[in-house]
Structures are given as structure tokens and as C-alpha cells.
């Protein structure tokens, strides 16, 4: 049985799903108006992880990813300005222009880094109707209140607050930035709909023309397509509050049941040992580290890390996952179609709170036991193509199609005298029974 750390209980939980055999899992997707970065990647890379393998373990996955398109403010949760918006500004696009955009460099990011599409991709904009119909029920239960038509919940009646990341009312001024509104009951009441001022944004609603707040949208998205509850409830380490706190709050008001019963959280992603911020120099998007990586090398360097501990994204880490990859396709070259135990050892491993890096160790410990079965385990578990790509140069292209032409017709000094310009480029050759191999030198 899969135990996973429950950020809820703060422990490690048996996964027992509501049903048996089944997974509802919600993701918290991208706001759609920037480049996705490498901490993005690394929360959708170990859900991937996951997913695949409880499919591998014969269960049937709902996988849920939302993506705002709507709401989700700069500053506070109910105050600044729309990030959508803002790039719309920017840009000198309109909001609709902006998110399109971006949604499809989301898609292509997750292609680029084979992680499997969701079953569900829905935008907040097209659910607009859902979230007024929600927070009316709020309204009508005395959990939210209207003031000059912005919409907030009342969090004093919802007396777990803070049960997600351990934060009590009287700690919460240490944790956000309050937006001092002497019409709110509370300073930490959070926003369900705000109104519309000079927002490009803004649709008809009881309280006036408006826009919903970013964390209402993933409480009715989740209700729609998993129901209420759910079995798993992820996202990045920033979600965890206020996002996901308010989310709690506001869907066991609506529906006085769990929202999900496993939340799980992934660990920071440091670059160079520091947390990546744009100010600091060091932001690195899926696709700056796409030019001079492959997926397969992030992923392995992803790999040496378990997923709920911070990461850090340096020179040494890429290093250690190019050689990692190196061995692995070599030993996936020279596998034989035997039958071992390995898939199960590895299955076993996992089940430990989906310990990669130990199921990595096992997989370099044993690379030359490993069957081809074995091979073809680990890449649909992990997302891996397991093939050494080389970007040649086209002269370096020309050279290696005039070897091959030569070496085919029997000319062998010509095919060598071609193999050791390339050498002199850093180019390595090497002929396999299935084609000719190219990896640089050392």
C-alpha cells in the first residue's frame, strides 16, 4: 500500500482512495501570464510521477488541472491588480490575448517535458456562472457577506482556519499583508468577488459587474469535475497558504464535508542555492532550461531530490543528472530480454512516501541487471525517453552522413579519417547494432 505525507495530518498516511481502485487528483495549474518556470516544472513533474503510477498500479486517474485565466491579483488576495491585466497592459493586448498566449506555451511546456496532459484542463473565465451560483450558497449559509459589491467569507465562521498550514488568526498579520478595509468584519476576510473598477475583466453578477477571486475558482472547479471530496489536493509550496487555507475554509462551508483528503505539497526550488526570484537574476523558465538541457536531464536531476524537500537547481545537479542519463542509455542499449525482479523492487520502493531518490539508487546500483522490460518500466514511470540527443552543428551533420555513406560502402579509412575530425570537435562515434550513436567527448 502507498503511504504519502499528508500536508493536512502532518504525518505519513496510508493512500486509501474513496474509491477503491480510483484517483481524483486537483493540481493547482498556471496563472496564465508569464512564462512557466523550473519550480512550475518541478510541482507538475512529480504529480506526472504520481499519476503514472497508480495508473502502472492498475488505478484509474481523474487528473484536474486548472488554469487561471481570471482573478488572481498581484499583492493580497483582495487587493492590487490582476496579473493578467497587468501583462495585458504591458503588452498593450487585451486579457483574452494574454491568457490564450500563455495557456499554449503551458500545453507546450508540459509536451516538451513529456508529462501527460490532464484529463481536465478548465479555465475560470468559462465557469463564471458556477462561482456566482457558489458563492450565493455562501452567502445564503452566513459564510460571506457583501460590501459595496465586493463579496468576502467570513473566516470566523469557519473555526479549523488555519488547519492546513498551522497558522492561528492571531499569527496571521505575521503571514499576509492585510488589507485594512474598515467595512470588512474582519481584516482577514478573504476575497469571493470584488468589483469591477478599471478591470478589462469584468462580468454581471447580484452584486454588480465584478471579477471572482483566485481562490473560489479552485473550489468550483474541483466540486464540477471530482466532486466534493476528492482524494488528492496538490500544488507548489506557495499554495499551501493562503491559497489552499482559504480554499478549505470556503468549500467545507459550501458543502460541510472535506474538500480532499490528501493534500500534498512539493519542496522549494532553489537556484544556486538561493530561492529564484526575477529581482534576484536567477529566474530560469521550462524553456530556458530546455535549450540547454534535455527533459530527461532535469528530470533525473529532479530525481536525486524527494519531492517534499527543497531542490537546488545548480551546475553540479545538471552535471551528476547528464551522467546519470548516460549510463542509463547505454545500459538500456545493451539490455536483454530476460525477466527479473526489478519492476517489483522498485513498485516496493515507492510505496514509502514515492521515495524517488531511492528507487533512483536501487535503478544505478542494478543498471546492468536491468532487462529491457525493465527499461521500458522505468521510462513509462518516470516520463523518461531515455535517448541521447545531440544538437550537431549542420557542417557536424554533413560529416556524420558522408561517414555513414563511406562506412556502408566499405571505405573504413575514409569512415575513420571523418571520426577523428569529429573527435577533434568533441564529437564521439560510436556504432551500435541499431545506428550510429554521437555524445560528446568526456
Not at 24 to 51: E, Q
Request: glycine content about 6%; hydrophobic content about 35%.
Amino acid at each position: 500500500m502507498l503511504k504519502i505525507f499528508n500536508s493536512l495530518g502532518k504525518k505519513l498516511e496510508d493512500f486509501k482512495p474513496l474509491k477503491d481502485k480510483k484517483a481524483g487528483i486537483y493540481v493547482c495549474g498556471p496563472t496564465v501570464y508569464s512564462p512557466d518556470h523550473l519550480g512550475h516544472a518541478r510541482t507538475w513533474i512529480f504529480f506526472d510521477w504520481l499519476r503514472r503510477y497508480l495508473k502502472l498500479e492498475g488505478y484509474k486517474v481523474n487528473f484536474v488541472q486548472n488554469i487561471t485565466d481570471a482573478g488572481h491579483l498581484t499583492g493580497d488576495s483582495d487587493v492590487g491588480e490582476d496579473k493578467i491585466e497587468a501583462q495585458a497592459r504591458k503588452e498593450k493586448k487585451t486579457p483574452q490575448e494574454i491568457a490564450r498566449y500563455y495557456e499554449a506555451e503551458y500545453l507546450s511546456d508540459l509536451a516538451s517535458l513529456n508529462i501527460l496532459l490532464p484529463d481536465k484542463n478548465p479555465r475560470a473565465t468559462d465557469h463564471i456562472k458556477d462561482i456566482i451560483q457558489y458563492i450565493e450558497v455562501l452567502i445564503e449559509k452566513k459564510h460571506a457577506y457583501e460590501v459595496d459589491g465586493n463579496v468576502y467569507f467570513d473566516i470566523s465562521t469557519s473555526p479549523a482556519y488555519g488547519k492546513l498550514s498551522g497558522l492561528k488568526l492571531d499569527q496571521l498579520r505575521e503571514a499576509v499583508r492585510i488589507n485594512a478595509d474598515p467595512k470588512k468584519k474582519n481584516p482577514f476576510d478573504f476575497a469571493l468577488w470584488l468589483r469591477a473598477d478599471k478591470q478589462l475583466q469584468k462580468w454581471p453578477s447580484p452584486w454588480g459587474e465584478g471579477y471572482p477571486g483566485w481562490h473560489i475558482e479552485c473550489s468550483v472547479m474541483a466540486l464540477k469535475y471530482l466532486g466534493q471530496p476528492f482524494d488528492i489536493h496538490g500544488g507548489g509550496p506557495d499554495n499551501k497558504f493562503p491559497h489552499h487555507e482559504n480554499e478549505i475554509a470556503q468549500s467545507e462551508a459550501f458543502a460541510d464535508k472535506p474538500l480532499a483528503r490528501y493534500w500534498l505539497h512539493t519542496g522549494v526550488l532553489l537556484i544556486n542555492g538561493q530561492k529564484m526570484a526575477k529581482s534576484a537574476g536567477n529566474f530560469v523558465t521550462v524553456k530556458d532550461a530546455l535549450r540547454e538541457n534535455s527533459a530527461d536531464t532535469i528530470k533525473i536531476a529532479f530525481m536525486n531530490n524527494h519531492w517534499q524537500k527543497p531542490l537546488n537547481w545548480d551546475k553540479d545537479a545538471i552535471l551528476e543528472a547528464k551522467k546519470t542519463l548516460t549510463r542509463l542509455v547505454r545500459a538500456k542499449e545493451q539490455a536483454q530480454p530476460i525477466v527479473t525482479g526489478f519492476k517489483t523492487e522498485i513498485s516496493q520502493i515507492l510505496q514509502d512516501d514515492f521515495n524517488v531518490p531511492r528507487a533512483l539508487a536501487v535503478i544505478m546500483k542494478n543498471i546492468s541487471k536491468l532487462s529491457r522490460d525493465d527499461f521500458s518500466y522505468i521510462e513509462e514511470l518516470f516520463g523518461l525517453k531515455l535517448e541521447e540527443v545531440m544538437k550537431l552543428t549542420a557542417d557536424q551533420e554533413d560529416l556524420l552522413k558522408e561517414r555513414n555513406k563511406v562506412r556502408a560502402a566499405g571505405d573504413y579509412p575514409k569512415a575513420d579519417e571523418i571520426r577523428k575530425k569529429l573527435e577533434e570537435q568533441g564529437i564521439m562515434i560510436e556504432d551500435t547494432p541499431t545506428g550510429t550513436r554521437t555524445y560528446r567527448k568526456g
